[in-house]
C-alpha cells in the first residue's frame, strides 16, 4: 500500500475510482477541488495505491485562518473507500494526521458519505477521531430514480403529483441552460434569498460551477418557462451513483402555476437520463417534529418521496487541542447556519 499525493494527470483515474465507489460523492470529485481552488482553498488529493489500483482517495481542502493563527482542513463527504476494510481505513486516518502535522493543521475535519447506523462511527472513535460540528447537513431525502418515471411520479405525495402534472398542463416548459443563460437566473435567485433570508456565493462563483462541470456532464441549469416569463430554476448535479439538487431559485410571479415541481421533477429525469441512481434532496432536519425550525422543510421535500437518509455525520483529527477548542466555539455556530442555509436554499416551492 503506497500512499502519495496525486496531480493533474491524474484526474480521469481519480474521478473513476471516486465515481465507481459506493462511498463516493461529487464533493470528491476532482473539478469540485477545482472550483473551491478558485475560492480560497487549497485542494490536496490524498491516495492510496495498490501498484496503480486505487485503494482510497482523500480530496483534502486547506484553508489559512487570518492573522497566522494556523490553518483548517475539510474533507467533504470524505474520505472515499471501503469502510469495511479497517486496515485501509487505518492506512487513510495515518496519512490525513501526516499530511495535517506537515501542513500546520489545527484540525482536519473528515465526513464521510457513510448513512447511520454503521460501526464506522465507533471505529473512528476508537481511532482517536471526535465528533464534531457537522458542515453539511446529516439527513436528507433520496429519492429513487431506478425506477421508471411513472412509478416515481407515483411515489410523490398526491399534492405533489398535482402540482407537477398541474405545471406541464399548464404549459409550463423547462429546459436545460448553460452559464451564459445564467445571468436572469442569479437575478431570480437573489430575490428568493432575500424573500426567504438565506446567504448565496457571487454570480461569478455559480458561472465557474457551471463552466467547469456542465462540459464534463456533471451539472446542469434547469429554467422553468411560462409564455416567457422565467419562473423558477436549479442548479443540478451528477456524478457516480447520484444526482443532487443544491441550489433552487423562483420568481414571484405566476406562482399559481407551480413552475417549481416542474424543474423538479426535470431534474430528477436529467439526473436518471445521466445514469443516477438516487437523486438527492439535499438536507432536512434532523429532527422530524413540527415544532422544528425547519418543519416546512422536510414536509416540502417529503412530498417528492424517497427515503429518509441520515449520515454519521464529521470527526475531526485534532492536533492542537487548545487552539482547536477555540476555533469549535467559533466554527460551530458558523457550521450551523452553513448546513441550515444549505436545506432552505434547496426548498422553494
Same mark, same amino acid.
Given at each position: 500500500m503506497n500512499t502519495c499525493i496525486v496531480f493533474d494527470e491524474h484526474r480521469e483515474g481519480w474521478n473513476r475510482f471516486v465515481a465507481a465507489s459506493r462511498y463516493g460523492h461529487i464533493l470528491q470529485s476532482?473539478?469540485?477541488g477545482d472550483i473551491k481552488a478558485e475560492n480560497g482553498w487549497e485542494a490536496v488529493r490524498l491516495a492510496l495505491l495498490d501498484g496503480d489500483s486505487y485503494l482510497a482517495a482523500a480530496q483534502v481542502l486547506l484553508r489559512s485562518l487570518p492573522y497566522g493563527l494556523g490553518r483548517l482542513a475539510y474533507v467533504p463527504k470524505g474520505p472515499v473507500l471501503d469502510y469495511t476494510d479497517i486496515r485501509t481505513v487505518e492506512a487513510m486516518l495515518q496519512a490525513l494526521q501526516h499530511l495535517a502535522s506537515k501542513r500546520g493543521v489545527i484540525s482536519l475535519k473528515i465526513e464521510p458519505d457513510v448513512q447511520e447506523p454503521n460501526p464506522v462511527s465507533q471505529l473512528l472513535r476508537n481511532l482517536g477521531l471526535r465528533a464534531s460540528a457537522p458542515v453539511q447537513m446529516r439527513s436528507t431525502i433520496w429519492v429513487d430514480l431506478t425506477a421508471p418515471e411513472e412509478e416515481i411520479l407515483a411515489g410523490q405525495k398526491q399534492k405533489t403529483r398535482y402540482n407537477t402534472r398541474l405545471a406541464l398542463r399548464k404549459g409550463v416548459t423547462v429546459s436545460s441552460a448553460t452559464a451564459r443563460d445564467l445571468a436572469p437566473w442569479y437575478d431570480m435567485y437573489s430575490l428568493t434569498a432575500q424573500r426567504d433570508g438565506f446567504s448565496i456565493h457571487s454570480r461569478d462563483y455559480y458561472r465557474l460551477l457551471l463552466q467547469t462541470l456542465q462540459p464534463r456532464g456533471m451539472a446542469t441549469l434547469l429554467l422553468a418557462h411560462h409564455e416567457g416569463d422565467l419562473l423558477a430554476g436549479i442548479i443540478v448535479f451528477s456524478?457516480?451513483?447520484?444526482?443532487?439538487?443544491?441550489y433552487g431559485a423562483s420568481s414571484n410571479h405566476k406562482r399559481?402555476?407551480?413552475?417549481?415541481?416542474?424543474?423538479?421533477?426535470?431534474?430528477m429525469r436529467w439526473g436518471k437520463e445521466h445514469g443516477a441512481e438516487v437523486y438527492d434532496l439535499w438536507g432536512i432536519p434532523d429532527r422530524l417534529e413540527e415544532n422544528e425550525e425547519l418543519w416546512g422543510v422536510y414536509r416540502h421535500k417529503r412530498g417528492y418521496g424517497g427515503e429518509v437518509v441520515r449520515f454519521i455525520g464529521a470527526y475531526d483529527i485534532v492536533r492542537s487541542p487548545v487552539q482547536h477548542m477555540a476555533l469549535?466555539? @467559533? !466554527? =460551530?455556530?458558523l457550521f450551523k447556519r @452553513? !448546513? =441550515?442555509?444549505s436545506s432552505i436554499r434547496a426548498n422553494d416551492p
Open positions: 476532482w473539478e469540485w456524478f457516480g451513483r447520484e444526482a443532487q439538487y443544491m399559481n402555476l407551480m413552475a417549481p415541481y416542474a424543474v423538479q421533477w426535470e431534474g469549535e466555539r @467559533v !466554527a =460551530r455556530p @452553513v !448546513a =441550515r442555509m
